[in-house]
């Protein structure tokens, strides 16, 4: 099996190359490039539809469904083993920090009222908690939307994730006045300094 080669062309978004190699070598489906599945490399990748593609061949896992934004595969998992719903991935995040990054706000949803840690931080040199994930994740829409769904779960709006930058940081770093406004009025902190001195509006 060539997994280097296997994870290149799925990074290339190359989906001959992919499904060439998977024909060769079924059992790359299975294979893991430092933990993280193709399914995942895909999404992380930028790959959506390749990622969707690889999904149809595999019984997704927690972290798998929470990306894709598959409700029934959450349900599924959980019904088998509640206790994954907070569970660290081998690079270091839990579904709801997927969820929030990639946008699934019906996962979001279903993973919080599962109770999913709302405040859980990365275990990897990010240090993200789920409301970072959120606030620097897809389009705009569903930024605010996983935003707010987090911070009326009880996220803790001025946590601080690497660097010591906030959400209000990030919001601010990428120009999205509604997001700035929706942090605010849960109590962001506008002075907040990051390791480097720097407050939100500074990164605007």
Known sequence: MDKASFF???????????FELLK?????IACRQ???????YASYQGQPLLAKELAARVDLDIWEAAALNDVG???RVLAENGALVSLLARDGFSPLHLAAFFGAFEALKELLGAGAEVNQSAANDSQVQPLH???AGSDRESRLNCTQALLEAGAEVNARQAGGFSALHSAYHQQHPELVALLLAFG???EAQADDGRVPKDLG
Do not use: F, H, R, Y
């Open 24 to 28: 060769q070598s079924p059992g790359l």
């Open 73 to 75: 595969a959450i349900q």
């Open 133 to 135: 994930s959120a606030v």
């Open 8 to 18: 290149n062309a799925i990074g290339q978004g190359n989906e001959i190359k992919v």
């Open 188 to 190: 962001a902190d506008p």
């Open 34 to 40: 430092e933990g993280v599945s193709p399914v995942l």
